[in-house]
């Protein structure tokens, strides 16, 4: 469902942004990475977020997952203010990120590496000595990768026996478990086949269906084009334009992305 046909379907208490990134800046020495950056992002939207090499998408990627802390500005999730000091801290916020290495243990099964570092424990005294319960574990993971549009097998299967597109699989249903309010995706495409990009937009289209907002980072602008209600496009740490993808074409989208644009796109700072 379109982000807008979201927002006329909740209340205006409903339709608060679930993010809210103000005057996020980053500097590392003199470089700055960062300047400025306002952002809101609202439920069941898949907001692009492009620009070129060094334009600061993974920088801002970073500090709304935790692993990076800004040197100003703040985050608010649902109208709170919060100050993540690690990546731990927005996973327990809600905010879970796929990057493009995926983070999978290869020779764990899909389960365990969709429960790796948050096992589930045995209910009563042996939960308490540690015990885990793995068919809680085995049928929540088969549960969260049914939802999804790529078949994976058995959920026993090592991940080393399995596809680009199904690792792409178990690290985005991984992100639906834990990830309850927003989903980060740092070029989840960009070592896959055609196919199996077209598989993983399937799996962005069924998060956008659960309410889940996502970012999308991605070099793939036709695939941004097509999947993203919004798009966002930083240029040198700034952001220059913010507008509704049905409002940019491709081209229009590659010229805020090298500079060409930025005159007529000064208007869209927030």
């Known amino acids: ?105 290869l020779d764990l099964d899909i389960w365990a590496n969709i429960f790796l570092g948050r096992e589930t424990l045995r209910p009563g005294l042996l939960g308490r000595l540690g015990w885990l319960d793995k068919r809680a574990m085995q049928r ?24 680009g597109g199904q690792r792409q699989a178990v690290a985005v249903a991984r992100g639906l478990i834990w990830g309850s309010r927003l989903l980060l995706l740092d070029e989840p495409t960009a070592a896959l086949g055609v196919e ?29 084009h097509d999947l993203c209600d919004r798009i966002v496009v930083l240029f040198q740490g700034r952001k220059i334009a913010d507008r509704p993808a049905s409002d940019m074409t491709i081209a229009d989208i590659i010229a805020c992305i090298t500079g060409a644009g930025i005159t007529g796109t000064r208007e869209m700072h927030a």
């Open 1 to 105: 469902m379109p982000a807008d046909a979201i927002s006329r379907a909740v209340s205006p208490l409903q339709a608060k942004p679930v993010l809210e990134v103000v005057g996020v800046a980053k500097s590392y020495g003199h470089i700055r990475a960062l300047e400025g950056v306002t952002l809101d992002i609202h439920a069941g939207e898949v907001v692009g977020l492009v620009g070129d090499n060094g334009a600061g998408k993974s920088t801002l990627v970073n500090i709304i997952a935790g692993a990076i802390r800004p040197s100003a500005g703040t985050l608010r999730i649902e109208g709170r203010e919060v100050a993540f000091a690690s990546a731990l801290d927005a996973r327990t916020a809600g905010i879970e990120a796929v990057y493009q290495d995926l983070a999978l243990a």
């Open 196 to 224: 199996q990009q077209a598989k993983v937009g399937k799996l962005i289209e069924a998060v956008r269906a659960r309410g889940i907002p996502v970012i999308l980072v991605s070099h793939n602008m036709p695939q941004v």
């Open 140 to 163: 929540r993971a088969a549960e969260e990768l049914g939802r999804t549009a790529i078949r994976v097998g058995s959920i026993r299967t090592r991940c080393r026996a399995l596809s």
